[in-house]
């Protein structure tokens, strides 16, 4: 067994079978993920594709860039809601970096896992709010348990976003950060796109998301 430790990610689409344009929600979803695939490019290891109507996974070598690209999905796929399991551990087998329903390992277990763990908060009315949990496993369930939290306040904020949120923090990601650039795309004055970004706790959010970057970084440094 390879001791290499991966990163599976797998998603999947909340109440699927109630989405009225399925067909179009797929397309998306598969446009999303090319996207991905061509712009975290350096740390797949395997791509992200669909593996059933409403699940997709893919594999990463990596952990910084975990919620980068989960962001980046959630962003893009909106109103489409999705909960991520994701798994950090060894491959069992051969990485096929085009067909990662061919790889099976621990990182893979620990993220269907967690998929699960998210199905049993839905269906029991589960109390903790979140669409992502995190399992690596180890001598790390402590700081898991720490990203998960914080992984859990992140989904209560952006669960407040409305559409002129998701709007304005697209094109403001876009353009790099720059509020004016964003307002004149929007035919704005820049203290609205600054209004808009600090009523939906936007800075607060990224800065919970730097700590878990740096959480992650300081990991990689142990793993290896």
């Known amino acids: 067994m390879n001791n290499t430790k991966y990163i599976a990610i797998i998603g999947d689409i909340i109440n699927s079978k109630e989405i009225s344009n399925r067909n179009e929600v797929q397309i998306q979803l598969k446009e999303t993920l090319n996207e991905i695939n061509k712009k975290y490019s350096s740390n797949i290891a395997s791509q992200f594709m669909i593996t059933l ?37 060894p491959i069992d087998t051969d990485i096929n970096q085009t ?22 908060i839905k269906n029991k009315n589960e109390k903790i709010l979140t669409n992502v949990i995190i399992d690596s ?28 949120a998701i709007k304005t923090i697209k094109l403001y990601i876009k353009n790099n950060h720059n509020q004016l650039a964003t307002a004149q795309q929007l035919n704005v004055q820049q203290p609205a796109v600054s209004k808009t970004l600090k009523r939906c706790n936007y800075y607060t959010i990224e800065n919970s998301y730097n700590e878990i970057r740096y959480i992650l970084k300081g990991r990689e440094k142990r793993m290896v």
């Open 137 to 164: 496993g180890g001598d790390y369930t402590n700081e898991d348990h720490l990203i998960n939290t914080i992984l859990s306040l992140i989904y209560i904020s952006k669960s407040k976003w409305n559409d002129n």
């Open 53 to 89: 109507g409403d699940e997709f996974q893919g594999l990463l070598t990596k952990q910084d860039e975990i919620f980068d690209i989960i962001n980046f999905i959630e962003l893009n796929m909106y109103p489409t809601k999705i909960r991520f399991g994701i798994g950090v551990g």
């Open 99 to 120: 067909n990662s329903i061919e790889i099976i390992g621990p990182a893979y277990y620990k993220a269907r896992n967690n998929i699960n763990i998210l199905n049993n």
